[in-house]
């Protein structure tokens, strides 16, 4: 890129102090993901982070697909802000982009009609006794990851350098449509050209993926998944995606939407199922990871505790190129010690 | 009468070749050389004549005694006194006139803003002005210094746009990009040429003439749709969407060259002059009095305006209002004997 584009859309990101709000889904399709976050934010930068057990879900995909009602999202969401309040923070990280985008999009709305505000809590007082303030700062995960990458660079063990050519690794990056299409200006880079995960590969020794579909949707519009029949639409936009980055030859793929990084990785299976096509030489898919994952990978967490085995692409030969240490035989270890039943292997794409 | 014209481009010239018979002027010009938006050139619409030709006859006016060129001389404020205006150049310089005529024109929208379209981020996006410049030289080449197979074209860009805050037409862009589709096929036949566009204006004579003659004759494929995005490819060239909106089709394409058709804005110069003077107007261009028989005077006694720094203009309007403003400078001096 000739203009940094990027530098120009910048937001302000609290340094510490973080009330943290888990997805409704990402703990089943990448569940090592949020612990990873929260022990990157604990333990490597030391910060204050709350995971509060009394959560629950922002609505997002029902008021999304217009199942859940404006009224009843306002309030729910209000409620996850008195939780905040009664532990007295002030920042608010959701861990799902489209509950990023359902918050900061209740934030400007309450800031443009007041009144709409107070019926919000209007409507928490009278359903749950509870009141709320408004945060002072919300922000994404992927956010603080990118705020703080520099100092996480220093405590990381790995690079993203091909230890086998000294190349850097390239990485395509995908941000979650609510994360910066709804309001460009909450968006690292902005819409068009968003930096908020490039600038984490790039920081980390990578090589960012400039491809024509970059900005193209990856199949997780809810209008194209949550109805089965359309699902047609969602592995469209998937396949177009992946056949214009395959010349590239990625080495992986990085997301910070539940879906995006769900969807991406799974129809890699489907479309190999269905056309016998996979986007590597070698027939392994290009492994699609995480933010947090990949942060922790490079940090030197173990990839199984991660969960990252169960990825539909796996991702061995990354952490062979990448040089991070694993043990195969733990890769199906229960917390236990015990030996897991291994998942069958598909036909087409190789494991 | 000590008359200041404020631009030194072809509206600025005509007037004060025109005002030069009779009275002193001083023409001030910021850059170097004067008529720099018409050497920039290759050929004038709709007759295909020579830019620099028509630059070369009007800087022969400033050989005029009367008129003094003062060249990479920018005012930058400007204020009324009594009868008299006193102008400060950016050295901090100044000086009063009885009159001043404001020709102080347009800059071309930047690019940059619509980002959507990656001006300054892929090679193989350009700006129209650009294109002049590769057809001018006889250079027209993709960013792999090869002679284009396809190059495209896309109208509106920074003008009839909400987003970026202009929702004016910008009147010459149409036109324009016709007569670059022309001069390209002149050069090369074999080159593919596609012009995406909203609805084609051809309002001034023998411009329809033109685009029947792209198309009839030139074989110029003229697409009604707006692109959404271009993205560079792996082969370096530049990939866009858009929606055929006539075929009700979206489709996706590969070029060579984009050329963002970029609209007329207020110049700095424009803007801020207009604004010291409380002569400003809509999208930072200058205001005149009213749009018919008052368009060279403004709210301000002895302060005129003319040309491109009242909204786009093509260059025989330009002249022909140049000449409209000496006029009305005329008049009012008669008048006020």
Request: glycine residues 8%.
């Amino acid at each position: 890129m000739e203009k940094r584009f990027w530098n120009e859309y910048q937001k302000e990101i609290a340094d510490d102090h973080f009330f943290y709000e888990r997805s409704c889904i990402r703990q089943t399709f990448f569940p090592g993901s949020e612990a990873t976050f929260l022990n990157i934010m604990r333990n490597d930068l030391g910060k204050d982070i709350y995971d509060s057990s009394h959560q629950h879900t922002c609505t997002g995909i029902g008021y999304h697909s217009d199942v859940v009602p404006f009224e009843t999202t306002m309030t729910i969401v209000a409620r996850l802000f008195s939780l905040m309040t009664e532990r007295g923070y002030k920042n608010y990280v959701p861990s799902c982009v489209t509950s990023f985008g359902v918050m900061t999009e209740l934030m400007e709305k309450w800031k443009e009609q007041p009144e709409i505000l107070e019926k919000a809590r209007e409507y928490l007082k009278k359903a749950t006794g509870r009141t709320f303030e408004l945060p002072e700062n919300i922000v994404h995960p992927s956010d603080l990851i990118f705020k703080f990458r520099f100092e996480l660079k220093e405590k990381m063990k790995y690079q993203l350098i091909n230890r086998f050519t000294g190349k850097p690794l390239r990485g395509v990056e995908h941000i979650g449509c609510h994360y910066a299409k709804i309001f460009p200006k909450h968006g690292i880079g902005n819409a068009e050209f968003p930096y908020v995960l490039a600038g984490m590969i790039e920081a980390w020794g990578g090589e960012v993926v400039d491809y024509p579909e970059r900005r193209h949707c990856c199949g997780f519009g809810f209008r194209q998944y949550l109805v089965q029949e359309n699902r047609g639409y969602s592995i469209a936009n998937s396949k177009k995606k992946f056949e214009s980055m395959e010349p590239y030859e990625p080495d992986f793929i990085v997301a910070n939407c539940p879906g995006c990084a769900m969807f991406l990785d799974k129809w890699q299976y489907t479309i190999a199922e269905m056309e016998h096509k996979t986007y590597d030489k070698e027939g392994y898919g290009i492994p699609v990871l995480t933010y947090e994952e990949l942060a922790g990978l490079l940090l030197g967490y173990d990839p199984w505790v991660m969960g990252m085995q169960l990825h539909q692409v796996q991702c061995e030969r990354l952490l062979d190129k990448i040089g991070v240490a694993y043990n195969p035989d733990d890769k199906y270890r229960g917390a236990s010690g015990k030996i897991l039943r291994a998942p069958e292997k598909p036909e087409v794409l190789k494991v | 009468m000590n008359i200041a014209v404020i631009g030194a481009g072809p509206a600025g010239i005509e007037a004060a070749s025109v005002l030069a018979n009779n009275h002193q002027v001083t023409l001030f010009e910021k850059e170097e050389k004067p008529l720099c938006n018409i050497r920039d050139k290759a050929f004038l619409f709709p007759d295909f004549s020579s830019a620099d030709e028509l630059a070369d006859k009007l800087e022969a006016k400033l050989s005029h005694e009367n008129i003094t060129l003062k060249a990479n001389c920018a005012v930058t404020a400007m204020n009324r006194t009594g009868e008299q205006w006193t102008l400060t150049t950016a050295d901090g310089e100044t000086a009063t006139f009885d009159k001043v005529l404001l020709a102080t024109g347009y800059r071309v929208f930047d690019a940059h803003q619509k980002e959507e379209l990656g001006y300054g981020i892929y090679k193989g996006v350009i700006t129209s002005i650009e294109m002049e410049k590769m057809i001018k030289e006889n250079q027209i080449r993709n960013n792999m210094d090869e002679v284009p197979k396809q190059i495209v074209f896309l109208q509106c860009v920074g003008s009839r746009d909400e987003k970026s805050g202009n929702n004016y037409c910008s009147k010459v862009c149409c036109v324009t990009a016709v007569k670059q589709a022309i001069e390209i096929k002149k050069q090369h036949p074999e080159t593919d040429v596609y012009i995406f566009y909203m609805d084609l204006r051809m309002w001034g004579q023998g411009f329809e003439e033109m685009y029947r003659e792209a198309q009839e004759k030139y074989g110029v494929n003229f697409v009604r749709g707006r692109i959404s995005e271009a993205a560079s490819t792996f082969d370096n060239r530049v990939q866009i969407k858009a929606e055929d909106t006539l075929m009700g089709n979206p489709m996706t394409m590969n070029a060579d060259l984009l050329v963002l058709m970029v609209g007329m804005c207020a110049s700095e110069g424009t803007a801020t002059l207009s604004k010291c003077a409380g002569i400003d107007g809509l999208y930072r261009f200058a205001q005149s009095r009213s749009p018919h028989i008052e368009d060279n005077l403004t709210s301000q006694p002895g302060l005129y305006v003319a040309g491109s720094c009242k909204r786009p203009m093509c260059i025989e309007d330009t002249i022909q209002d140049a000449r409209a403003a000496a006029l009305a400078i005329l008049d009012d001096d008669t008048m006020m004997r």
